[in-house]
Each structure stands twice: as C-alpha cells, then as structure tokens.
C-alpha cells in the first residue's frame, strides 16, 4: 500500500513539472501535435455541445475517455462515446490522451504503456489535429488539409447513434459496424446486445451476442423500415439511405437542430430513441423496440423469469442469482444456478403454472416433442429419465427441455394463454409436487395440507370480515382499505378489466354489493405519506364527467386506488371494436365528446390546482350506464411523477395523442391534453384509429387527410364514420371537425383551451375554418417522397397557393372564433 503511494507521489510530483509545456490552460476543442490531455482536463466542443475527458462510469472505480453532453444533462453525466471500454484504466495515475509523433491519438496508462489509440497507419499523418465537433465526432483530420479525415468517433461508436452518424454495411470488407450495449450500467465494456444492418444492406438487426437475432426492422422500402410502421407519423428525423456497391448505411438528422436527441443500444437489449426534455432535466423517452422487455433473447439467463413488470428478472424457486453483484445493478445476463444441485434419479418437478416462452422466439426452438409419451405420467417418466432434461409440459402432447431453460415469461394476472410447466429440482429442495413414487405418503402429505389450508382459510375469511370491520375513512369521503379487502373483494384479483403502463385493474365487488374497479400501481416512486396526500387531493375532485375515487390501499410497497366500476367500459371498445354489440350513434358520440370536454375543462380550470391529465386516449375515457363519459386516471401523473413519461411512451399506443412539445422538451401544459383531445376527436368522429393502416393511400393517417379536408372547408360527411351512413347533425359535425383540428396546432397558444372547446361544442361559440397544422402540413406535401418530410419553410408557399382558404386563414391572424353576436 505504501509503495504505491509512494509511486503515486513520485509520479505526481513528476506530472508537476512536465504538465506546463505539455497540457492545456483553458478549455479547448483540438489538440495539436505533441499536446495532451490529463484527467482532470477535458476538449469541449465550440459551441460547447459536447465535451471529451476522464470520467468514471456509476459506481465504478475505473476511468474512461469518453464524450458526453456539455449542456444538457449536467448532473448526470450522458455519455455518447467511450475510447477504450474494453480496456479501462485501474490506477489512480497519470494517464494521458495523447497526440503522438506518428500522428495517432493514443491512450497511455501509468506506464505510458498505450492501451488504446485510432491506430492508423498513413504517409499524410506527421500533421494531424484531433477535433471535437458540435455533433459529437471526433475527428482525427490533416491540419492542412481537413478534409482530410484520417480517423472519427462516428465511424466507431459504441452504443450510441447520433444524429449526423451512420450504422453501415461495409460490402468491401463484409462487415458491419456494429452499436452495442454496455456491459451494464457500471461498465461500458463491449455487451451483448447490438444493432447492425444485416449484409443484405437493407434492414437492421439486434442480436444478442450476435448469435441470436431477436429483433428485425423490416426492409427499407424507400420511406419507412416495414416493421416499424410508426415511422409514417414522424416529424422529428430525416432519415436518408445510402447503397452502392461498396457500402451501405442510413444516416440520419432532426429537423429542428435544437432539439437534442439519441438513440441507443441499451444495456436492456432495446434499442431507445429519446430527446432531452429541458422541463423535466430528463431524457423523455419515446420510441423503443422490442416494445416488450421480456422480447429480449434470453434476457434473464438460464432459469431466471422474466415479467413485464419490474423488477424484469427473478431467479425460478430453487435457484439464485449466479452472480448477485451484477443482479443487483438489473444486469441478468448471468442467469440463475441451482441452490441444491440434481441427484438425477431422485428429483422431483415443481410446478410452475401460466408461464410462456417470447412469441418472437418460438418455444419449440428449446423443447423437443416426446410423441411416445402419452400422458402425463409418461411424460415425467420421459424428462425423469434422462438426467439433462430440467423441465416437461403435457398439454394434450408431450415437450421436454434439456439443458438451461431461457427465456421464460410470466404471463399477466389471470390470463390464461400460457403452459403449466414442471420443473425439475432436487428432492431435498421439497419441490411442490403433484405424484411421485410413493402416492401413500403424498397422499397423507396432500390431506394434512388439505387441513390446513381448510384452517386457515377460515381463519383467514374470519380475518378478513375483521379487517373490512376495521377499514376506515380518511380525508371527506375516501375510504382506507387494506390489502385483504381488496384481495377479497376482487377473489384474489382473478377478474382483470384491463390494463396499461400504471398497472392493472380489476373488478371487485365489496361487502355491500357495490361494484369496484380496483387498479394496482406499478413504478410509484413514492413514500406513504406522499401517495395518502397526492390520493386525498385526487379524492377531493369530483364531477359527473370524471371517475369517481372511492378509496386507496398503501400497505407496505402495495399501492391500490378504488374507483367506481363504469359497466360500459372504456371508449375504445365501442369505438374500434368491429363486433361491438352496439355501435354509438352520432347523438352519443357527440354526447361524450362534450362530456369528455367538460371533465377536462374542471380539470384544468375549476380545480384548487390545475390538473394537466398527461394520458388522453379513449382507453381513458369509461362510459357508465347511460353512456355518459367518465374521464379516467387523471392525477396519476403527479402520483407516478418521473417514471410517468417513460411508462406513457413505452406504452402501445399512446404516441399517437402526444403532443409534438413532449418530444421537443418544452414545459408542458393543459394544452397538451387539448392536443390529445383533437387526437382522440378525430377518431370519435371517424370511427377509427388515426394511425390505422388502410389500402388507400390518402387515408393512411387520418388527421393529415382530414384536417385537409376541413381547412379546404369541403365536404365534412365524407370524414364521418362510414358506418353511419351519414346520419349526422352536419352543424355538430362540423363543429366537431373544426375544433379537433384546431386542437392539433403545433402552436400550442394557437390550440383553444378546454373551457373554449365546451363553449364550441355546446353552440355558443362560433368556430372559423382551421389551418392545417404545420407539422401534418409537412405530411401532406410529402407524401410519396422518398424523405418523409423535408424542409418545412420552403413547402409553406406552394401549400398556401394550392388551398386558398387555409392560406388566408394562417395569413391573416389565426383566429379561432369570432364572438357571435
Ligand atoms: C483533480 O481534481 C480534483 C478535484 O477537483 C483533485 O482532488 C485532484 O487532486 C485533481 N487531480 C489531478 C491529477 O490534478
Ligand atoms: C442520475 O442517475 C441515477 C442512476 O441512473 C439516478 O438514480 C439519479 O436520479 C440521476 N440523477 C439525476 C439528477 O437525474
Ligand atoms: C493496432 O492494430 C493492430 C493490427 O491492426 C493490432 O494488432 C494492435 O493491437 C492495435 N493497437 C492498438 C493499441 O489498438
Ligand atoms: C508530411 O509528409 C509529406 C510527405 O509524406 C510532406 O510532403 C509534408 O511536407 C510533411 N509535412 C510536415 C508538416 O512535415
Ligand atoms: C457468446 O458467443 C460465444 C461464441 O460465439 C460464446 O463463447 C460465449 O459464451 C457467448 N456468451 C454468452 C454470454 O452467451
Ligand atoms: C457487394 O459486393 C459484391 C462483390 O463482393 C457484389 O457482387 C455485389 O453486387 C455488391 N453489392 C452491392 C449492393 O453492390
Ligand atoms: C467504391 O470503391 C472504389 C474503390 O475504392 C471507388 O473507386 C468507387 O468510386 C467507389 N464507389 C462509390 C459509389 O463510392
Ligand atoms: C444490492 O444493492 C443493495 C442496495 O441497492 C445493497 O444493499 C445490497 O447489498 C446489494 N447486494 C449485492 C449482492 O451487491
Ligand atoms: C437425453 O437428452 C439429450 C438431448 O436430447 C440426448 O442428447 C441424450 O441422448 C439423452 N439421453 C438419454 C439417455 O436418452
Ligand atoms: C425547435 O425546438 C425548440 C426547442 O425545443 C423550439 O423552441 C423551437 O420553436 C423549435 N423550432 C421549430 C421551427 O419548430
Ligand atoms: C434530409 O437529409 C438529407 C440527407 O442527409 C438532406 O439532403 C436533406 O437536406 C435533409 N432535409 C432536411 C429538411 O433537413
């Protein structure tokens, strides 16, 4: 220890004097020839963007070079580049980035031994520089000359793909440059999840340890990657595609230059697109793929299970964690050991029921069909006997697993589509098992169990009349209940409504016969305290057009709200579902178009606090008996609060109604719900969803195609639900069309507020003939070009000459109403 300290001084000591003529004073963005950096000095960009240094990744104590936001994201060092994250630097030393006199940047440890360097071998290289761009390239160019590039960062990333940057196919050397994750958060080492476009040249991959693919984006067909459909609705990146002989790649950039964006290779094996949202000081996460976590090759290892919900990963019972340091930082990679290792002959099998195998992965790529076997029995005879089977499932046929079980799955609460699957474990293990060799005594085991559980049922239902007893009310009207009536009313929480990001809901009925819909949260990031205050607050508001809060449940880290049960469902189930018993006729639809609008209106406007809904989607809209609109899950934004933009844009579908200022990172405000709520307008009025794909090309996105319509001020029938047949109040109608449309402006001051679409709604305000909004503008005069979208500005004109009514409109001051008088 002494002697390393000693080292450590002397060679700090020797730092002292060489570091002045070497090393910087001031904050730079090139090094020249002969110059360095040392780990306290960093390169910055020059428009400060970007800058390069030493740092250490989470808790670990080894140091990189690397290149991270300048910016944005300061607390929180984001890194974008790593030199050397297979080579790290372990000692607290002089270590030094280093232009060499062969025209290399070089890495040197203590030893100014090199650990890594561009390593590039060319005649033009005694007078290079290394320059770090705003784009967060480093460039390693001819000082004379710089274009001439010798060597850059972009051409070599690690596992994040900035705008500017390419991914390629190399059709010279056969090889494809690859984005791939870190090791684990604590670790930016080579992982085992990358991206790469696959050798035809057209469609990208990701592979787990480039073996496996899980995850294909479909070819390219001129405009959109196939598998990747919600391509069509993006306004924020030019994609562009480059294919010749020797190579190929996309590249792509942002329309707005200020907003700033990245997409990366993720230690969860999901490749995340996400722009910094300066309201949050957050990455605001809104694109993933696969969408599902648990779609991810293996991501568990061998006998671990995977769950759509966190934590990801848990290890089967009988098993830990093979290694519990990277467990705990959710890297799972290592997989689950056995805790008692098998006996063969006199193993047992556990059962695990409902689980399932990924559908990307198909589940007889592990199992092996055993047709001898023709029951059940036979079937464990048939795994029992071969002491490299672990686990057996008979459903009519036979399958058996040898070897480590992968990628296996909980299926959701009371859906029954996955397989009852028994595993073998050691005997002394005590696997729960149904039969073995000696029925006798599991016959008398199975009866003592019997007992007891007949026991403490009845001292369990007892318990429970004790508790529902016990249950109090807090805060006006909200009832407290604990855990176990909630267990009971719901039977066990067997009858699933539905569920979404925040958790799952479930129908339950209490001891007085009233009808519940119970919602278990996921991802709370709060304390009791916190959750009971946000609850009271939700509990206080009240209206006829928002779902009633009855109660909560905080108990230990379960968290529940009691809401009344709405015998109609939700919204979309009439609107989309084709075989839907009743289809809602106009009057009803107008109806819970205006009813929607107030709730929100009460929302935003008539509440102590105002209360910005976040989620608007027809999902969230409930319909109680008569059909009147019950806006749903309002407050839960605060409730969730950080998590919740993660949970709302990994969730299906929820992208479509997100207005473009959650992308672009400004504050948002109640007019992102009047966004959302023109989103949702569209498709009551239509009958459809916005972004349904359909044969005919106009239509593909229906708000494009509408707001065109509308703006030209042309026939509104033809936007109506067909299945209507036309009949439609056509003054509602066009009212409906028109305030949508408006809802959806890009400008969010040009949007009316909630208060104004009631007033619109109910007649007592005039609405004029809407822009087309910028954004779907762009859409519309793109459409068949090969870049979705291309410079807005420039479009503008020709978009003004051919509509004359919108073009007077966006001339003009835009203007919503005109007082009625
Ligand atoms: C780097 O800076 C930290 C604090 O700013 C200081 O404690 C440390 O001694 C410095 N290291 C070197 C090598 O200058
Ligand atoms: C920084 O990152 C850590 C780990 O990801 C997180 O727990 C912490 O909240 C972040 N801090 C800020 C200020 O974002
Ligand atoms: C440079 O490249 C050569 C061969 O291409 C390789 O053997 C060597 O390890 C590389 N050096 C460094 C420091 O990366
Ligand atoms: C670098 O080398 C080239 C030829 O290899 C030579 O023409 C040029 O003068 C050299 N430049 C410097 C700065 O030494
Ligand atoms: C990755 O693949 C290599 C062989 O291609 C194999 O040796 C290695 O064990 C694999 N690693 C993991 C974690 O599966
Ligand atoms: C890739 O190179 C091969 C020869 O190695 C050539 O036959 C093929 O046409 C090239 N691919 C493209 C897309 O040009
Ligand atoms: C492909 O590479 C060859 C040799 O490097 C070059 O002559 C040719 O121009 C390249 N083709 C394209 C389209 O860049
Ligand atoms: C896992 O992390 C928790 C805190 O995050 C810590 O208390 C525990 O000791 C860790 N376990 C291991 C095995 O590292
Ligand atoms: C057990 O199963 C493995 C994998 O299918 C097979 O290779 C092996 O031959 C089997 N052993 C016996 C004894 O049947
Ligand atoms: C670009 O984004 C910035 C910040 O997000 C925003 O203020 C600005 O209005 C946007 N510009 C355009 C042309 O949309
Ligand atoms: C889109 O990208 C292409 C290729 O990089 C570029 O030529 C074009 O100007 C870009 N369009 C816009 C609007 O930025």
């Known amino acids: 220890m002494r002697s390393r300290n000693q080292t450590w001084m002397l060679l700090s000591f020797l730092l002292l004097f060489l570091a002045p003529k070497t090393h910087f004073c001031t904050a730079a963005d090139t090094i020249s020839a002969g110059q360095s950096l040392i780990p306290n000095q960093t390169l910055i960009s020059k428009d400060e963007n970007f800058e390069l240094g030493f740092f250490q990744p989470g808790t670990s104590p080894n140091s990189y070079i690397g290149i991270w936001y300048k910016k944005v994201s300061v607390e929180n060092k984001t890194v974008v580049w790593v030199a050397n994250r297979d080579t790290p630097l372990t000692d607290l030393a002089s270590f030094e980035l280093k232009l060499s006199e062969d025209g290399n940047l070089v890495l040197l440890n203590q030893l100014k031994v090199a650990v890594w360097s561009t390593n590039i071998t060319s005649s033009a290289m005694n007078s290079s520089e290394v320059v770090l761009g705003d784009d967060g390239n480093l460039v390693l160019r001819n000082r004379v000359k710089p274009s001439d590039v010798f060597w850059q960062s972009f051409d070599h990333p690690t596992d994040t793909w900035l705008p500017g940057g390419n991914i390629r196919y190399d059709n010279r050397t056969k090889k494809a440059q690859l984005l791939t994750s870190w090791k684990n958060i604590n670790d930016p080492g080579t992982g085992l999840y990358s991206l790469e476009l696959d050798p035809t040249g057209d469609q990208y991959v990701i592979s787990r340890n480039r073996t496996q693919r899980y995850w294909t984006s479909g070819p390219w067909n001129g405009r959109i990657f196939s598998g990747v459909p919600e391509m069509r609705s993006n306004y924020i990146y030019n994609f562009s595609y480059t294919k010749n002989e020797n190579e190929s790649y996309f590249t792509y950039s942002l329309y707005n230059a200020s907003i700033v964006s990245r997409f990366v290779m993720d230690v969860s094996g999901q490749i995340k697109q996400s722009s910094w949202a300066a309201n949050t000081k957050n990455w605001f996460l809104f694109w ?406 359909s044969e005919d090309e106009m239509v593909k996105f229906f708000p494009t195609w509408a707001a065109r319509k509308i703006s030209e001020d042309e026939e509104v029938l033809a936007l109506l639900d067909y299945r209507l047949e036309g009949t439609a109040d056509v003054e509602e109608l066009t009212r409906a069309c028109r305030v949508a449309c408006w809802c959806i402006q890009d400008d969010e001051s040009h949007r009316p507020t909630m208060g104004q679409v009631v007033q619109i709604l109910e007649g007592v305000m005039e609405v004029n003939p809407p822009p087309i909004p910028r954004t779907l503008q762009v859409l519309v005069e793109n459409e068949g070009n090969i870049h979705f979208f291309s410079e807005t500005t420039s479009n503008r004109s020709s978009q003004t000459r051919s509509t004359s009514s919108a073009s007077s409109q966006t001339k003009s001051n835009i203007s919503l109403t005109s007082s009625k008088t």
Request: aromatic share 10%.
């Open 288 to 693: 993933s793929q696969p969408r599902q976590q648990c779609d991810v090759y293996d991501f568990c290892g061998a006998f671990g299970m995977c769950d759509q919900n966190l934590p990801s990963c848990t290890c089967l019972d009988g098993f830990k964690p093979r290694t519990p340091k990277e467990w705990n930082i959710t890297d799972y990679s290592g997989g689950c050991v056995r805790q008692t290792s098998l006996q063969c002959n006199t193993d047992e099998f556990s059962l695990l029921q409902n689980v399932k195998f990924p559908a990307n992965q198909r589940s007889n790529q592990q199992s092996l069909a055993v047709p001898s076997a023709s029951g059940a029995d036979e079937c464990k005879s048939a795994c029992l006997n071969n002491c490299s089977c672990s686990a057996y499932a008979y459903s009519g046929g036979c399958s058996v697993w040898n070897g480590d079980l992968l990628s296996l799955q909980k299926t959701p609460d009371g859906d029954g589509s996955g397989i009852d699957l028994y595993l073998r474990l050691a005997a002394s293990t005590g696997a729960k098992n149904k039969g073995t060799r000696t029925p006798a005594i599991v016959g008398a085991a199975a009866g003592i169990v019997a007992f007891l559980g007949l026991v403490f049922l009845v001292v369990w239902r007892w318990r429970i009349r004790q508790s529902v007893g016990t249950s109090k009310t807090v805060e006006g009207s909200l009832v407290a209940f604990t855990y176990r009536d909630l267990q009971n009313a719901t039977k066990n929480f067997s009858e699933k409504l539905g569920g979404g990001g925040f958790g799952s809901v479930f129908k339950g009925t209490l001891p007085d016969t009233t009808v519940i819909a119970a919602k278990k949260l996921e991802a709370l990031g709060q304390g009791e305290k916190q959750f009971r205050s946000e609850v009271s607050t939700i509990g206080t508001i009240q209206h006829v057009n928002l779902v009633r809060l009855r109660g909560f449940c905080s108990e230990g880290d379960k968290r529940l709200l009691v809401y009344d049960y709405m015998p109609n469902g939700s919204l979309d189930h009439h609107m989309f579902n084709q075989q839907a018993s009743k289809m809602l006729n106009w009057k009803v639809r107008y109806q819970i178009a205006l009813g929607t609008a107030r709730g929100l209106t009460y929302l935003h406007e008539k509440c102590r606090d105002c209360i910005i809904h976040c989620d608007i989607k027809p999902e969230n809209i409930l319909l109680d008996a008569d059909f009147c609109p019950k806006v749903a899950d309002f407050g839960l934004a605060k409730l969730i609060g950080r998590e919740f933009s993660r949970v709302l844009t990994t969730m299906r579908g929820t992208r479509g109604y997100l207005a473009p200022e959650w992308i672009s990172g400004v504050a948002i405000t109640a007019k992102a719900d009047v966004y959302s709520y023109g989103m949702m307008l569209f498709e009551i009025i239509s009958g459809r969803r916005n972004s349904e794909h």
